[in-house]
């Protein structure tokens, strides 16, 4: 079950249902943030025309989120 946070990257002012990063997106963030708890951070699971919203956080903590690389869409 989702939970619902504000993303910084969404244009809608709504709190947008957020999941766990899967398998792939957890070593990305493994790597690029040099952290070993990839695997605890969530990810918008928005959808756009373009795809899926690229934002990853830890949860409940925006401040140290960032966007995907555009491979992830």
Same mark, same amino acid.
């Given at each position: 079950?989702?939970?619902?946070?504000? =993303?910084?990257? =969404?244009? +809608?002012?709504?709190?947008?249902? !957020?999941?766990?990063?899967?398998?792939? +997106?957890?070593?990305?963030?493994? &790597?690029?943030? %040099?952290?070993?708890? %990839?695997?605890?951070?969530?990810?918008? &699971?928005? *959808?756009?025309?373009?795809?899926? =919203?690229?934002?990853? *956080?830890?949860?409940?903590? *925006?401040?140290?989120? !960032?966007?995907?690389? &555009?491979? !992830?869409?």
């Amino acid at each position: 079950m989702p939970d619902y946070i504000h =993303c910084p990257n =969404c244009p +809608e002012k709504k709190l947008h249902p !957020f999941g766990k990063v899967g398998p792939d +997106e957890a070593k990305h963030i493994n &790597e690029a943030r %040099g952290v070993p708890d %990839g695997h605890g951070w969530w990810r918008c &699971e928005s *959808q756009s025309p373009k795809g899926r =919203c690229l934002w990853v *956080q830890p949860r409940w903590t *925006q401040a140290k989120g !960032f966007s995907l690389p &555009e491979s !992830f869409r």
